[in-house]
Each structure stands twice: as structure tokens, then as C-alpha cells.
């Protein structure tokens, strides 16, 4: 069964420290990885995505996330996180040869000031 | 480019009353579109898929009377939510897949529903 783990409910870390946000998977075929950040009662925000290429893919605000195959996992990292970067953030997987998109139960990361 | 709107951004109604959401693809044509259901602090659960000009495809433990989808165009679909209860109250997202971009999705900003 194709699937996608984000193991930790919250991330706290302070503000200018570098944040992780954890995502494995589970697919077969080679894997379309995306993250997305959602605010309260908004939709979800791209970040960015892994289809091919190289391993360590840079996104939106700051963000990059890297791809490790043998470890079936695309880690959420950014070097200094910003009080502003509190949200929830998902990860998602997109199987190769369908269509639809298989979400984490997302992380809730919160910077503290 | 490819952005997908949704309207209304949020409504409240009143319990056994049918509720239309609309989902358009602003800049683009969206030959496939998709609807998700978000509970508070959960993820987001794909409830059907929808391809223009054909029957809705739906998730398994999702009523299809419950939850009318309708894709008349390549830049909208419609989510009606018949006679809703209030255990329906949820967020709902659309997304608009963009053919030959490697199928990605692009996501609206949701609507919140309520139902009293």
C-alpha cells in the first residue's frame, strides 16, 4: 500500500536555529515528493517538489528538502527558521502513473521568538 | 500562472439544506479536478476525482448522493453537499490537475463549511 509518514505531530524550535520536518514514504515506482505549508483556515501553499534530478531540491522562503532514496524519506529543512514559518506543513506523494496525491497527516511546526 | 479558486471562501447553513461549492481553474484548463476534505488538524482526505465531462470517480466510504460532483468545463467543477448535517462541517479543498506538467495538482484556498 502506497503511503506517507510524517512521525512527529510537532516540531518546536527557536527561532534562528535550523528546522527539520520529517516525511518517508511508501510507493511503488519512482515517486513525485512534494511539501506543502497551510495557515489557519487557508489552503495549502507549495513549497516544492522532487520529480527527478537532483537530490536536493530548494523551494519557496528558504526551504529545500533532500531526497534520499534508500531511506524512502524527503526531509523538510530550512538553515534559520522565522517566527513566520509557524504552520502546518504537509507531505505529499504523487505515485508515478496515477494521478492522485497521498498526504501526511502533516507536522504543526512552531518558532519560538 | 495555474491558479485555482474556490468559492465561497467560507458558509454557514443550516442542517438539511444543500450547500455548492465551486472550484475554477483561472488560468488554465484543468482536465482532471480533484476534491479533499480536511478535519480539524488532520490531513487532507481525497474524497473523488473528477474528469470534465464524466462521472465524478469517488473514494471508497464516500456517498455519492451526499456529495454531487459536477465538472461541466475544463475550468470548473461544483461540489454540492446535500442536505448537509452538521457532521459534515469541514474544510474543503479542490485541486486542478495541469495536463503534461507532470500531472501536478494545484490547490485552491478552501472553503470552511459550517453547518448549524
Known amino acids: 500500500a502506497q503511503s506517507v509518514a510524517q512521525p512527529e505531530d510537532q516540531v518546536n524550535v527557536a527561532e534562528g536555529n535550523p528546522l527539520t520536518v520529517k516525511c518517508t514514504y511508501s510507493?511503488?515506482?519512482?515517486?513525485?515528493l512534494f511539501w506543502y505549508v497551510q495557515y489557519p483556515n487557508r489552503g495549502l501553499q507549495f513549497l516544492l517538489k522532487?520529480?527527478?534530478?537532483?537530490?536536493l531540491v530548494k523551494g519557496s522562503y528558504g526551504f529545500e528538502a533532500e531526497f534520499n532514496k534508500s531511506q524512502t524519506s524527503f526531509h523538510l529543512k530550512k538553515p534559520s527558521a522565522l517566527v513566520s514559518d509557524s504552520a502546518l506543513y504537509f507531505c505529499a506523494v504523487k505515485a508515478s502513473g496515477t494521478y492522485k496525491y497521498i498526504f501526511g497527516t502533516g507536522t504543526r511546526l512552531k518558532v519560538l521568538a | 500562472g495555474a491558479v485555482v479558486s474556490q468559492h465561497p471562501s467560507w458558509v454557514i447553513c443550516k442542517s438539511g439544506t444543500s450547500v455548492k461549492i465551486e472550484c475554477r481553474s483561472l488560468?488554465?484548463?484543468?482536465?482532471?479536478m480533484f476534491w479533499y476534505r480536511q478535519f480539524p488538524k488532520q490531513s487532507l482526505m481525497l474524497m473523488a476525482t473528477s474528469n470534465e465531462g464524466s462521472k465524478a470517480t469517488y473514494e471508497q466510504g464516500v456517498e455519492k448522493d451526499k456529495f454531487l460532483i459536477n465538472h461541466a468545463s475544463l475550468t470548473l467543477s461544483t461540489l454540492t453537499v446535500t442536505s448537509a448535517h452538521p457532521e459534515d462541517s469541514s474544510f474543503y479543498i479542490c485541486?486542478?490537475?495541469?495536463?503534461?506538467?507532470?500531472?501536478?495538482?494545484?490547490f485552491g484556498p478552501g472553503t470552511r463549511l459550517t453547518v448549524l
Open positions: 522532487y520529480i527527478t534530478g537532483d537530490n
Open positions: 485541486s486542478a490537475r495541469v495536463s503534461g506538467i507532470n500531472n501536478e495538482q494545484f
Open positions: 510507493v511503488s515506482g519512482n515517486p513525485y
Open positions: 488560468d488554465f484548463q484543468a482536465t482532471t
